[in-house]
Nanobody, 124 residues
Framework: QVQLVESGGGLVQAGGSLRLSCAAS????????MGWFRQAPGKERDFVAA????????YYVDFVKGRFTISRDNDKNTVYLQMNSLKPEDTAVYYC?????????????????WGQGTKVTVSS
């Protein structure tokens, strides 16, 4: 069993930055691909970024490429999402997720564990 706890959300002006953290506990997240998803009010939970366990390759949805960076610190059992040049349309609850296996998936239904989410609000 893996427990995931996100933190780092908040209110920021457009153009600003935030760094989200996702701390894993219960067991090491060794062997898990890690992903970040987001859900805006009234919308589905969408893939944002992910990191393979096997080769640490990263993947991003087009609308965050060049602005967001996903990374992990295995010693701290923590994955991060650095978000720069934030836009009002980035406003959402952000969730981290763990998928057993070496490779990521953009499909939220293929993830095994989820955090409770952290809210990000970007004002214009």
């Amino acid at each position: 069993q893996v427990q995931l706890v996100e933190s780092g959300g908040g209110l920021v002006q457009a153009g600003g930055s935030l760094r989200l953290s996702c701390a894993a506990s219960g067991r090491t997240f060794s062997g898990y691909a890690m992903g970040w998803f987001r859900q805006a009010p009234g919308k589905e939970r969408d893939f944002v970024a992910a990191l393979n366990w096997s080769d640490s390759r990263t993947y991003y949805v087009d609308f965050v490429k060049g602005r967001f960076t996903i990374s992990r610190d295995n010693d701290k059992n923590t994955v991060y999402l650095q978000m720069n040049s934030l836009k009002p349309e980035d406003t959402a609850v952000y969730y981290c997720a763990a998928r057993w296996g070496r490779y990521y998936s953009p499909n939220r239904n293929e993830y095994d564990y989820w955090g409770q989410g952290t809210k990000v609000t970007v004002s214009s």
